[in-house]
Every structure is written in C-alpha cells, then in structure tokens.
C-alpha cells in the first residue's frame, strides 16, 4: 500500500538556488518517518546544496527518491556525510547523483620538488586548494585514465599529515608540504587526497537497505559504506568520475562490515576510486581475560562499535595459533561495556577459550554480484573476508591489484576466510599491474600465511583473462583446498607462471586454452617464501594439459555488459596487448 508523498519543496528545499537544503530535507525526511510507512521523500529535478549531514533514523518503509541520477543532484559543499541511516528498515534510495564542492582531493603534474614538499601545476577540473592536509599522494597515468602502473607505480601516506597546510605558489601552482622527502621527480602526474573520513552514504544497523539508480562522483571517503547490516540490495550503483576528474571516490566504492543475511549487487560500476571497488568483511575481537567458561572480556582494534554485535549473535573463536581455522562457535546473551575498546561478552554455553584467541560474527551474508565493472582504481577489484561468494557476468579492468583477492588479515583484524566461491563468466583485462599488486590475477592470501587450509571449495570456470604487460599469475593460492580452473580463456605475452601456490590441497585445471606468443610458461611454481614449503601441497593437477584448448574468449565486454563472446565484434588484438582497443573498452565503461 502506497503511502504519502512529501515533497521537499514543500519544507523549503529549492533546486538550483545554491542555499544549504539540509534542515529543510531533514524536516521532510523525519515528518515522513513519523507519519508511518510506505512514504516518499521527494525531490525535483535540479541541484541541492548541504552542508551536513541527512540523518535518517528509525524509518520503516521509507523511499527518499530523486528524479534520475542525471536529473537530481545532491551537491555537499563540506566535508560530511551526505546520507546516514541508522536502525532503519526496508528503506529505499533511488534516483539520484551525489557530488561534492569542494572536491577531497587534487590534480596536476609536479614542477618543483623539494624535500619538505611538491608544487603542483593544477588541471582543470581539479582545484589548487589552500589550507588543506594532504594525506596521500600517488602517481597517475593520464593516457590510460588510471593510477601508475608497472615501473612508474608509486605512492606516499602521511598519517598523521604534515603539520603545514597547502599553500598557493602562484596561478594554479600548490604547493604540498611533506613529512618526509619522496620520489616523486618534475613531470610526475599525481593526485593529492585530503584528510577526511566521511562516506556518501553511511548505514548502520539497518536491515534491507536497497541503493537503486544512484551515481556518486565522489565522497569525502568512501561512497557506500554499511555495518551490521541485515540485507543489502545494491542494483544500479555507480561510482565514477565526474567531467574528467582523475579519480572518484578517495577509497572504497563499496564497504560493508559484519554484514548478515545477504549482500546483493547488479548492474552496478566501480570506476577510478582510491582503494577498492567493493570489500566485504567482518571483524577480529580478541580474548583478553576469562572471566568464566560463558562469560569472556572482549577488544577491539578497528573502532569501539565494532563490539555491538547484538544478543543472539553467533560468534566463532580460533586459537592464536590458527588465528583463521574455527574451533568452535557460541551465541551471544549479553554485553556490557568494559573500558573504552572492550566488553564483557556473556554467552549460551561453554567456549574453553583462551587468553589471546580471535572471535569473529559467524553469519557471514550470501554474497551475489551480477554485472559489476570495477575500472582503473588504485587497489583490488573487490577483497573479500567472507563465505559463499558468487561473482558471475563481471568486468574487471585496469586494477591496480588482484581483480578479486580473498585476505582475512590480522593487520587489519579483519576476518573470515573464504568458502563455497564461484566465480564464474567474468572478464578480467590488465589487472594485478599496480601499487597493490600480488601474486595473481585472483589471490587468496592470507595475512600472515598459514601452515594448514583455510579455502575451500572455489570454481574459476568460464571467464577471459587478458593479461596486462605487468600482469602477475592468473591464480595465487595460499591455504586454498578443493580449486578448480576450468573452461577459461587466457591470453598473456609474459613468462611468469599462471599460478602459485603455497600450502594448498587439491588445485587442479581441466579445458582451458592458454595463448603466449612470446614465452613458454610453467602452469605452476611453488612459491619459495615462508611459511610456504612444497611438501604442505598436495593433489595438485595443473598439468599443460589442462590448459592446451583451443577456443575463443567465452564472454567479453560489450556495452551491455559482459556478453558471451561475439566474432564478428573483437578481433584477436588482445593476443598482443593492443592497448589502444583495452583502452576503447575502458572508455565505454563511462
């Protein structure tokens, strides 16, 4: 049943007057929540201006709806958020483009270097803007519209920054100050990111949340970020560069952590951001003190929410000796705040845990993505720290790492460690070639590295693989058991070795056709670094055989998307790494 329409308009939001909409929209959004469910916030075509954030809280049944992402504009002009739900359900977002004035990071070519800072010779679009920390700085490759890649890769973080702001030299020349001498030279092409820490749009606690038809140019952070979130309906997302920006969102087009239920995303891009195109996680606590067999003092090292699980949790505990193989499992009762990073955690029956072992949410979501484009970002197409992974119809292009890497990391105690993956009819072209480049094209590896599995059961089946000029292997397989290759084209002129492997069960290739028209290329190699030693592999069938068809790419990219393979429409120019028609194909993507 269809509900009320509440127009901005009507509480004093105007398109197109550059006044701060922000009070105006809030009104609207909370009458609608107080007069029930199944009601729109509606805005006209036009551009609005905030200056803070829109908090959306405890709403049920709530669209806030645009007129299309190329007709409603939600322009922030601070360093803010610019949608936060909380505690909401089945709320809808759809029709609508955010951007923000001033942008979060700049552009340009360096034309002097000094050891305390760069000047900068600005393009337009980007700004030469004063009293800003500079937090970041990376190379960029302005033919190929991308972050450096191969040699040229380099970048810097200044964290804390320098304690001097960005300062106008002359006409479009800023000057960055530095905490410490670089490599940067005269004539880099670089993009500066500023110190912020706020996404587009940043949910918590919800459950159903549906992101519909939404573009986003960029965010003071990350684009769509959402913890705890019980359903995720993602179709028709993008993030992208707005009239010839150097980049997009300063990290993630995507983040979600200690997600349930499911996750799923069609139809959506990921293109030019700072960091990854999606990443999927949940978090490391750790065991600090036992205070019974039920009853655990808990902490935290990203952030204190992180410790709001929730009663009726299921968490999952392992030894600090195999920080990512599960022991047993437990759900929560109570929790009660111990100190500022850590909690008393009460649960239904008897754990045995020790001192020092790592506890993780144990609902991970189903996570199913459909016609996803990740383009020319700075780090991994999408990084996953979960189970029961489909990615089908996919494009990854020009990803400065992995196109897909699986990493529950005790760096960043972020966990769990993948299983039931397929990864199926996806096209990956010049990916792995940059600043977070790994050991393969698809990657699980852990951090640290374990002595035992902790992968189980992926399918790679069906997919083109083109490498890039600096491309690394096809597969790196770290603690992986039960992986199969199959039905793959893959074109390469490198000599590097398709896959690697490391303490891994059961890795075998069946049907699929390789193409080099420069090197002979062993299939597999152990990799040599410890913890890796060759006798902790085992059944591993990745013969020549495996890989000796003959048949063309099954998908390629189109327009439309990822399509099976069309003759009359590509050639075999990939074979030789043309990259003015790879570049062709990531100008469409646009």
Same mark, same amino acid.
């Given at each position: ?37 199944? &009601?729109?916030? #509606? ?7 905030? +200056?803070? %954030? =829109? @908090? ?114 002359? &006409?479009?020349? #800023? ?7 670089? +490599?940067? %030279? =005269? @004539? ?403």
């Amino acid at each position: 049943m269809l509900g009320a329409i509440f127009s901005i308009v009507t509480y004093g939001a105007y398109p197109n007057d550059n006044i701060d909409d922000t009070d105006a929209v809030k009104l609207a959004i909370n009458k609608a929540i107080e007069a029930g469910q199944n &009601n729109i916030v #509606l805005f006209q075509a036009g551009t609005y201006n905030f +200056k803070s %954030v =829109i @908090g959306i809280y405890n709403a049920h049944k709530l669209t806030v709806m645009g007129q299309g992402m190329q007709q409603t504009l939600l322009l922030g002009n601070a360093p803010a958020a610019m949608f936060q739900p909380l505690n909401c359900r089945e709320l809808t977002i759809t029709a609508l483009s955010i951007d923000f004035d001033p942008l979060p990071f700049t552009a340009g070519y360096v034309v002097s270097v000094n050891p305390t800072y760069l000047d900068v010779q600005i393009v337009s679009p980007h700004k030469a803007d004063i009293d800003r920390k500079v937090s970041a700085i990376l190379r960029y490759n302005p033919t190929m519209m991308r972050p450096a890649f191969g040699p040229d890769t380099y970048e810097i973080y200044q964290d804390p920054p320098s304690d001097r702001n960005t300062s106008l030299v002359s &006409n479009d020349i #800023l000057r960055i100050p530095l905490k410490n001498p670089t +490599k940067f %030279v =005269i @004539g880099d092409p670089i993009v500066a990111r500023y110190s912020h820490n706020r996404h587009a749009i940043d949910a918590q606690d919800v459950t159903d949340l549906n992101i519909h038809y939404v573009t986003i140019y960029t965010s003071w952070l990350m684009g769509l970020v959402a913890m705890r979130a019980k359903g995720l309906n993602i179709n028709n997302y993008h993030v992208m560069p707005r009239s010839g920006r150097w980049m997009s969102t300063p990290v993630d087009c995507m983040h979600f952590s200690d997600c349930r239920n499911y996750i799923n995303i069609t139809d959506s891009k990921c293109v030019a951001q700072g960091d990854d195109g999606l990443n999927v996680h949940a978090f490391y606590l750790q065991v600090t003190q036992i205070i019974s067999s039920t009853s655990l003092i808990l902490r935290e090292y990203n952030w204190p929410d992180v410790l709001n699980v929730g009663a009726g949790t299921r968490m999952e505990f392992s030894s600090s000796q195999q920080p990512f193989t599960v022991y047993t499992a437990a759900t929560v009762v109570s929790t009660s705040i111990q100190g500022p990073n850590a909690r008393v955690f009460v649960f239904t029956g008897p754990i045995f845990a020790n001192v020092g072992d790592w506890v993780s949410v144990a609902d991970t979501p189903v996570l199913t993505v459909r016609n996803l484009t990740v383009a020319n970002n700075r780090a991994r197409g999408v990084l996953l720290k979960t189970r029961r992974v489909q990615i089908t119809n996919s494009l990854f292009i020009g990803t400065s790492g992995p196109a897909v890497l699986f990493e529950p990391s005790l760096d960043w105690h972020e966990s769990v460690a993948a299983q039931d993956v397929k990864l199926l009819q996806n096209v990956y072209i010049n990916c792995n070639e940059g600043i977070a480049r790994q050991g393969g094209v698809i990657s699980f590896a852990p951090f640290p590295p374990q002595l035992n599995r902790i992968f189980y059961d992926v399918i790679i089946q069906s997919s083109t693989f083109l490498f890039g000029p600096y491309t690394e292997g096809l597969l790196q397989s770290i603690n992986a058991a039960n992986v199969y290759i199959r039905g793959n084209y893959i074109a390469t002129n490198s000599s590097a070795a398709l896959v690697t492997i490391c303490n891994s069960l059961n890795i075998c290739a069946h049907n699929n056709t390789f193409v080099n028209n420069r090197f002979s290329v062993n299939s597999y190699i152990y990799d040599t670094r410890s913890p890796c030693r060759e006798e902790l592999s085992d059944l591993i069938g990745l013969s020549t055989s495996g890989f000796d068809s003959h048949f063309a790419p099954p998908v390629m990219a189109t327009k439309a998307g990822v399509q099976p393979y069309d003759h009359q429409n590509y050639t075999h120019s990939f074979n030789t790494m043309d990259l003015s028609h790879i570049l062709s194909l990531s100008n469409m993507i646009g």
